[in-house]
């Protein structure tokens, strides 16, 4: 049994219409999870990669720019 109160009017559902209440919920809280899963994934790849290629490529770049700057 799911009772919801909103404005002073009680809502009762029962038997199979509380169960499919229940599913639903579950299966949206269910997508949202992995949404937010999918989204943190994709940001730890995004900011590891960068740590990964980004940063020694940038190294490389001012270690080539100060062995070929002119001395004068």
């Known amino acids: 049994?799911?009772?919801i109160s909103r404005n002073g009017k009680t809502?009762?559902?029962r038997g199979w219409r509380a169960w499919?209440?229940?599913a639903l919920v579950f299966a949206v809280?269910?997508?949202?999870?992995?949404?937010c899963?999918?989204?943190a994934l994709?940001?730890?790849?995004?900011v590891t990669l960068l740590v990964c290629i980004a940063v020694?490529?940038?190294i490389?770049?001012?270690?080539?720019?100060?062995?070929?700057?002119?001395r004068s």
Do not use: Y
């Open 1 to 3: 049994m799911i009772v």
């Open 11 to 13: 809502t009762v559902f």
């Open 20 to 22: 499919l209440v229940g």
């Open 29 to 35: 809280t269910t997508i949202l999870v992995a949404l």
């Open 37 to 39: 899963a999918v989204v």
């Open 42 to 46: 994709g940001i730890a790849l995004t």
């Open 56 to 58: 020694p490529v940038a």
């Open 60 to 70: 490389g770049v001012a270690l080539l720019a100060s062995l070929l700057r002119s």
